[in-house]
């Protein structure tokens, strides 16, 4: 099979009998993911960033299973999920702990997003009470 020159471009080594450039090769892998690593602990370290992020998950739908009766669906399910394991896998190649983090924020949200619309609708329900009580 021919090589591109796209790929043949983009490849690291020229060579791979060449030591020099198999050491290169590695030491540029090796900062590509330092930096990828600190990118994602970055992102990471702020709870707005952390909320967008499990806003994300939750789109790719990786919480949830893919099926779908229309295979089209079905399918644009799964490539969504898979995009959605790959923003986890980032993050627990980054720091593990930062994930558990982002997951404990979005479960009391959502416990509180919950408690505070029991108590909306428990107002609601007492003015409703208190409108339909006939004036003294």
Known sequence: MAT???ERDSALVANAADAKQVGHARRKERDEAARKRG???HLMSDP????VVWDWLEFC???ESPFHPSNSFQSLNIGRGDVGRM????IAKADQ?????????????T??????????RTQSLTQQENDDEPDA
């Open 48 to 51: 707005v960033n952390r909320r």
């Open 97 to 109: 702990e930062l994930y558990f983090k982002m997951q404990r924020e979005a479960a009391q949200a």
């Open 61 to 63: 739908g990786i919480f």
């Open 111 to 120: 416990r509180s997003n919950a408690v505070e619309s029991r108590a909306m």
């Open 87 to 90: 923003i986890v896998s980032e």
């Open 39 to 41: 990118d994602v602990l």
């Open 4 to 6: 591109s020159n796209n």
